[in-house]
């Protein structure tokens, strides 16, 4: 709201009100409670995700959020928080929690690289399912690109693949 006035001098003064919350003006935009938070699109998805020597077959089908990996629970499978969390990411950037089931086959490496291959399987499976709207993010987030470190080889005449003997001048 503006409201003017005029001075002595024949100016014309504009001030502006502040609305009920005491801001005059905001470039946020109000949501509406009735609007959901995302747009639930109701489909399978299938992908793979790969970390060190870990590969992860991926199936997500909509659900109630029921993990099954090798037929065990996530908590039973990961019983390490972190590796829960790793897994679960894609869903948390996304707010899809919840929403699907997790159907997964891992074999190959530890724990640490099966959950990150968990996590690049889940993320690309979601970015099947609807490219349009969860690409962005987890593109923004970098869940969508492969993790391409693996462990360095032995190099010949070295006792690990950098180590070398100690060095002796004479």
């Known amino acids: 709201m ?9 100016e014309v003064e ?4 502040a609305g009920a919350d ?9 949501a509406s409670a009735d609007t959901p938070a995302r747009p639930a699109t109701i489909a399978p998805g299938a992908a793979t995700g790969r970390r060190k020597e870990a590969v ?13 990996i090798n037929g065990r629970s996530l908590e039973n499978y990961f019983p390490n928080k972190l590796h829960q969390q790793i897994a679960n990411e894609p869903f948390a950037e996304l707010q899809l929690m919840g929403r699907f089931d ?3 086959r891992v074999h190959g490496g530890g724990t640490a690289g099966q959950a990150g291959a968990l996590r690049l399987g889940v993320a690309r499976s979601l970015n099947a399912i609807d490219e349009e709207a ?10 969508l690109t492969r993790d391409a470190r693996v462990v360095e080889r032995k190099k010949a005449g070295l006792k690990k693949a950098r180590k070398a003997s100690q060095f002796s001048k004479r």
């Open 2 to 10: 503006t409201e003017n006035t005029t001075l002595d001098s024949g």
């Open 14 to 17: 504009e001030t502006f009100e």
């Open 22 to 30: 005491g801001v005059s003006y905001t470039s946020e935009s109000d």
């Open 56 to 68: 992860a077959r991926v199936r997500i089908v909509p659900g109630t959020g029921e993990w099954t």
């Open 102 to 104: 997790v159907l997964a």
């Open 134 to 143: 969860n690409r962005p993010a987890l593109k923004k987030a970098g869940l």
